[in-house]
């Protein structure tokens, strides 16, 4: 294949971090191709704005690794004070489809609450952030004859909102969900390249609560192979609450994505799709999901 300056140059640094966390202990692989999803809650409690802070995490979790398939799921929930507070998250990576090309899904909730903590004569505020993302790694060989030029789309739907029913632009700027995908010449090894090898295309789609409330739009990216050639798709998403904000960025039923352009017969990909049905979040996110559409639904639309 034909190497050309990366587009999204400003991304490369981003990208090459997080294919290196991505590439955690887990099955032995011959290509770096593989799913993992990952989260954490964490909370900070505050008894007075001036007062020494204490900090907390709560929930910690990874899934996944080289060479996995998926599902790779993350689903934690954490409480505390009264009137309560709450920080959840949920994550799932896996390979979907006669192509193999990565699907995602976030979520990420929290709510500041009122609460004790040892050592202190009164009651403070319990801070809560949330954190979920997932990854996937698609390996990709060509077995055609003759050059072929390949665009990949991926879409991205989802919602980031506050719960209260009037704006706060403090708090919705830290109500986030973001994705993307990258494609890399995995040919490249003389050790100069990023992890996957030179980056060829990449795009990516960030959104917040303060921009809009809710969200549908795609990108595309492409890559030229010759005879012999192969290829990484490495797609990524994220969902955050930062630390007292209250509301939920929720994208956990989509990143998906699809070939829009090259014969798809003429590649064979490293990891093969699941068969199991999708998994869908744990009870308790299911039921924040419940209360963020309540909220959500007296609020008025805004656009970026």
Known sequence: MTIESPRRARWATWVAAAAIAGACAGAQAATMSGVYAAGSIRNVFRICMTCNSEFELLFADEDGGLGSTGPAIVDGYEAKGYPQGFGSVYARALVVGPTATPYLGAYAAAKPGIGPWPGYSGDGAYLFSANASARAAQHYTFLG?????????????????????????????????????????ADTTDGSELPYGWLMDIEQLSFSAASASNFDDSRTVSITLEPGDSFYAVAWLGATVGVGAAGAADVSHTLSIAFTAGDVTLLQPDLQPQAQPMPEPGTATLALLGLAAMRWSRRPQRTA
């Open 145 to 185: 004859s003759v050059a072929e030029t390949y665009r990949m789309t991926f879409k991205l739907n989802g919602s980031a909102a506050g719960y209260s029913s009037s704006a706060d632009i403090a708090n919705d700027r830290l109500i986030t969900a973001n994705g993307g995908l990258a494609l890399y010449d």
